[in-house]
Every structure is written in structure tokens, then in C-alpha cells.
């Protein structure tokens, strides 16, 4: 398979791809465009966190009324105006009147919501909100506070308990996160890891799509310009394939490892000021992994979309061809996001085990927790012998399909050209 050709083909593979505008630029902007996206998302976490609220308090109960403006009024946010708020009592059989009432300032907007605290409220704390915007976090996360601090003074009013034990059942409660490794101390967990979890899958995803897209597109290209019979009569259509993947990955790899040395030196040195919470908890080791994992994941997708680039004869029946790859590379991606709050549970575990998902979850399960070496070598194992069985099956299909022209082949002659010898 490897052969003086087969290097000769990764050569010109290098030279077309390393060297390129398009290799420059997208090195060089995916970053930017990374932190674009998160500074964009801050932005607007700020924007919508200072929106001047104007709220209308409604309740049935005189006692509720007095200790929430109480509560309310003595909020930061009420203090710098951010906040305002005014007190209505309205008998509980008369509110959907009332509501009626507000429903054309909450339309359009002059009212920004009706918050309804009922007398039942003190034993079910079931508070109602209404508002063109019922989904406004932002602002519950303002307003939840004073409310249960009211309902829980109100609760123990007749009861004899001191002000300091008011003071501490009205309190919320504070969680603060904990890592425990076997090989660390323990420490605070903070957002890097959830953070970095982000950013690396992320990365996988963007750059299988895009690295496979290239090189379905490129196979095409060759294929429709005869090029590749050039290509054929200097090197077999296992050495082509095998030259052309190879190069591809190893642009690749190239690309990926600039885009993480900020990382390593974030990981490795003192010259960036990061607060403490925002500092992922990671080994250098965990880069080598995942450069690694990359590589598997590489060479088993560029190679299918290499194979899919073979069959067709234009890029607009390509791209009917190549939709089940993207839900290969899609739906592992969304459950990597969703292992925030379940990477220890067992769909978890054998999602980070399943060939394909493994290559994306994975690394995102070994972020969030500490996954057992067995684990890690096991997906390693799967994802290698994986790609052998793909790299044989693309063998067959490549060497076939990339000197048919012509008619569009039907999926049922593609299967049949797995039957026949390599």
C-alpha cells in the first residue's frame, strides 16, 4: 500500500493543500472566527442581563404584597434602576379580568411582565408569569430570590424562631462543583472544562465536515476532468486513494495542532492570565489523545467521502450521497454537548464506545470526568480495526466507481461491487 507512488501521490497532495489560500485562511480564521462566536454569546448574555425590566406584582394577599416590595425594593437592581415594579392587589376570582386588562401593554410591550403570587403560593410556592416573553431567565433570576425570601418570612412569621434562623431558611443554597482524579488533588471545578468540552468537540466537527467535503469534492473534480486517468497510469487505484487520504490527514493534523498550541502553552506556561474558573483542568497528554483520536477519525471519514466522491460524477449528486455520513458526524456531535449532566451514565459509556460516536464522544466524555484506561484503549481498539474493515470496503468501491462515467450508479451496483475481488 505504501510504496515510492503512494508517496509520490501524498507529496502533491501536500503541495496543492498546505501551500494554499484556502489552508492559510481557514488556520487562521477558524480561530478568530471561535472567539467571534463566544464573544458574541458574552455579549449578548450582557446585553439581555442589563434590559430594564418594568414588572406589575399581583396578589391576593395584603401580607404577600408588603414583604415582596419590601424585598424587591431593596435589590441592586431595583437601587440602579434596572428594575422597577409596582404593587397591585386583586382578589383571586377577579385576576383573569385584570390580566385582560394588561393584555395590551404586555403586547406591546410597555409592561414587561405580570407576576402573580397567590396566597397557595406560601405552601406550594407555585408563582405565575406573564408576558409576551414568559422565558425571560434573566430576569426570574432577579425577581426568584426576593419572592421566596418573602414567602419563607411570611411562612415562619407566627412561629418562634429567631431572626437568625429566618435569615438562614430563607437563604438559597450554594453548590459549588469539586473535581476528584485519581492522580490530582482535588480542586474547584469552575467552566473551563465545560468550556474546552465545547471548543474540542467543536473542532471534530467542523473539521471532519470540511476535510471530508474537500476531498469528496476533489475526488469529483478529478473524476469529471479526467484528470485521475492521468493519474491511473502511473499508480494503481489503491495507491491513489491510500496517497490522496493520507495527504489529506496529514494537512489536516498539521492544521488541527496550530489551532491547539494555544492551548498547550495555556496548559504548559504562565503567559496568559486566565481567572481560575475559566482554566480548563487537562493534561498535556489529553492533546497528544485527542491529535490522535483526530487522526483515526480522519482517515476513516475522508476515506468514505473519498469512496462517495468515486461513485458520482458531479457534485450535486454527491452531495445526495452524502447525507448518511453527516449524521454520522452530526448526531455524535449533540451527544457530546449533552454529556454535561450524564457523562457517567451508561448511554454515556456506550455511546463513547460505538464505532463512529466514539470518535466525537469520547474525547468529550474524557473533559468532564475521569474515564477508566480500559475504556480509552477499548475505543481506540474498535475505532482502529473500524477503519481497516472501511479502508478495505472503500478499496473496492473506490477502484471501481472512479473510472465509471456516465450514468448515475444505483446504490443496489454499488453493493454489488463489494462482491467482487479487490
Same mark, same amino acid.
Given at each position: 500500500?505504501?510504496?515510492?507512488?503512494?508517496?509520490?501521490?501524498?507529496?502533491?497532495?501536500?503541495?496543492?493543500? /498546505?501551500?494554499?489560500?484556502?489552508?492559510?485562511?481557514?488556520?487562521?480564521?477558524?480561530?478568530?472566527?471561535?472567539?467571534?462566536?463566544?464573544?458574541?454569546?458574552?455579549?449578548?448574555?450582557?446585553?439581555?442581563?442589563?434590559?430594564?425590566?418594568?414588572?406589575?406584582?399581583?396578589?391576593?394577599?395584603?401580607?404577600?404584597?408588603?414583604?415582596?416590595?419590601?424585598?424587591?425594593?431593596?435589590?441592586?437592581?431595583?437601587?440602579?434602576?434596572?428594575?422597577?415594579?409596582?404593587?397591585?392587589?386583586?382578589?383571586?376570582?377577579?385576576?383573569?379580568?385584570?390580566?385582560?386588562?394588561?393584555?395590551?401593554?404586555?403586547?406591546?410591550?410597555?409592561?414587561?411582565?405580570?407576576?402573580?403570587?397567590?396566597? +397557595?403560593?406560601?405552601?406550594?410556592?407555585?408563582?405565575?408569569?406573564?408576558?409576551?416573553?414568559?422565558?425571560?431567565?434573566?430576569?426570574?433570576?432577579?425577581?426568584?430570590?426576593?419572592?421566596?425570601?418573602?414567602?419563607?418570612?411570611?411562612?415562619?412569621?407566627?412561629?418562634?424562631?429567631?431572626?437568625?434562623?429566618?435569615?438562614?431558611?430563607?437563604?438559597?443554597?450554594?453548590?459549588?462543583?469539586?473535581?476528584?482524579?485519581?492522580?490530582?488533588?482535588?480542586?474547584?471545578?469552575?467552566?473551563?472544562?465545560?468550556?474546552?468540552?465545547?471548543?474540542? +468537540? !467543536?473542532? /471534530?466537527?467542523?473539521?471532519?465536515?470540511?476535510?471530508?467535503?474537500?476531498?469528496?469534492?476533489?475526488?469529483?473534480?478529478?473524476?469529471?476532468?479526467?484528470?485521475?486517468?492521468?493519474?491511473?497510469?502511473?499508480?494503481?487505484?489503491?495507491?491513489?486513494?491510500?496517497?490522496?487520504? !493520507?495527504?489529506?490527514?496529514?494537512?489536516?493534523?498539521?492544521?488541527?495542532?496550530?489551532?491547539?498550541?494555544?492551548?498547550? /502553552?495555556?496548559?504548559?506556561?504562565?503567559?496568559?492570565?486566565?481567572?481560575?474558573?475559566?482554566?480548563?483542568?487537562?493534561?498535556?497528554?489529553?492533546?497528544?489523545? !485527542?491529535?490522535?483520536?483526530?487522526?483515526?477519525?480522519?482517515?476513516?471519514?475522508?476515506?468514505?467521502?473519498?469512496?462517495?466522491?468515486?461513485? !458520482?460524477?458531479?457534485?450535486?449528486?454527491?452531495?445526495?450521497?452524502?447525507?448518511?455520513?453527516?449524521?454520522?458526524?452530526?448526531?455524535?456531535?449533540?451527544?457530546?454537548?449533552?454529556?454535561?449532566?450524564?457523562?457517567?451514565?451508561?448511554?454515556?459509556?456506550?455511546?463513547?464506545?460505538?464505532?463512529?460516536?466514539?470518535?466525537?464522544?469520547?474525547?468529550?466524555?474524557?473533559?468532564?470526568?475521569?474515564?477508566?484506561?480500559?475504556?480509552?484503549?477499548?475505543?481506540?481498539?474498535?475505532?482502529?480495526?473500524?477503519?481497516?474493515?472501511?479502508?478495505?470496503?472503500?478499496?473496492?468501491?473506490?477502484?471501481?466507481?472512479?473510472?465509471?462515467?456516465?450514468?448515475?450508479?444505483?446504490?443496489?451496483?454499488?453493493?454489488?461491487?463489494?462482491?467482487?475481488?479487490?
Amino acid at each position: 500500500m505504501f510504496n515510492r507512488r503512494t508517496l509520490a501521490i501524498i507529496k502533491r497532495e501536500l503541495r496543492m493543500k /498546505l501551500f494554499s489560500k484556502s489552508f492559510i485562511l481557514m488556520t487562521l480564521l477558524v480561530p478568530l472566527f471561535m472567539i467571534m462566536i463566544f464573544s458574541i454569546q458574552y455579549f449578548i448574555q450582557t446585553m439581555s442581563g442589563d434590559q430594564r425590566a418594568d414588572l406589575v406584582i399581583v396578589s391576593d394577599s395584603d401580607e404577600i404584597l408588603k414583604k415582596v416590595q419590601d424585598e424587591i425594593f431593596q435589590t441592586s437592581d431595583f437601587k440602579s434602576g434596572d428594575l422597577s415594579a409596582r404593587i397591585e392587589k386583586v382578589e383571586l376570582n377577579l385576576f383573569g379580568n385584570k390580566l385582560d386588562e394588561y393584555k395590551s401593554d404586555l403586547i406591546a410591550q410597555r409592561i414587561t411582565g405580570v407576576v402573580f403570587v397567590p396566597t +397557595s403560593a406560601l405552601q406550594s410556592k407555585e408563582v405565575k408569569y406573564y408576558s409576551s416573553n414568559p422565558n425571560n431567565s434573566s430576569l426570574f433570576y432577579k425577581i426568584k430570590p426576593s419572592i421566596n425570601k418573602a414567602l419563607v418570612e411570611i411562612y415562619f412569621s407566627g412561629k418562634q424562631l429567631t431572626q437568625d434562623e429566618i435569615k438562614f431558611a430563607r437563604k438559597d443554597v450554594e453548590i459549588s462543583g469539586f473535581r476528584v482524579s485519581s492522580d490530582e488533588k482535588v480542586a474547584q471545578e469552575g467552566y473551563g472544562n465545560r468550556i474546552a468540552m465545547v471548543l474540542f +468537540s !467543536f473542532l /471534530l466537527y467542523m473539521a471532519l465536515l470540511f476535510s471530508g467535503s474537500m476531498t469528496m469534492n476533489a475526488v469529483v473534480e478529478e473524476k469529471s476532468n479526467k484528470i485521475v486517468e492521468v493519474l491511473l497510469s502511473s499508480a494503481s487505484s489503491t495507491e491513489l486513494m491510500t496517497g490522496k487520504i !493520507f495527504g489529506t490527514v496529514i494537512v489536516e493534523i498539521i492544521q488541527m495542532a496550530i489551532w491547539l498550541s494555544p492551548m498547550v /502553552l495555556l496548559l504548559t506556561t504562565s503567559w496568559f492570565f486566565i481567572p481560575q474558573e475559566f482554566m480548563p483542568q487537562m493534561s498535556i497528554g489529553y492533546i497528544f489523545y !485527542f491529535l490522535f483520536n483526530y487522526a483515526l477519525a480522519l482517515i476513516t471519514y475522508v476515506a468514505l467521502y473519498a469512496t462517495v466522491g468515486a461513485i !458520482f460524477d458531479n457534485p450535486q449528486d454527491a452531495q445526495s450521497g452524502v447525507w448518511p455520513l453527516m449524521l454520522l458526524i452530526m448526531i455524535p456531535f449533540f451527544i457530546a454537548l449533552g454529556l454535561e449532566s450524564n457523562s457517567q451514565s451508561s448511554f454515556a459509556i456506550i455511546a463513547s464506545l460505538l464505532p463512529f460516536a466514539s470518535l466525537i464522544v469520547m474525547p468529550a466524555r474524557m473533559i468532564l470526568v475521569e474515564v477508566p484506561l480500559w475504556q480509552i484503549l477499548l475505543s481506540c481498539v474498535i475505532n482502529i480495526v473500524v477503519l481497516f474493515g472501511i479502508f478495505k470496503l472503500a478499496g473496492k468501491i473506490y477502484r471501481i466507481g472512479i473510472l465509471l462515467t456516465g450514468k448515475k450508479p444505483k446504490w443496489s451496483e454499488v453493493f454489488s461491487w463489494l462482491k467482487m475481488s479487490a
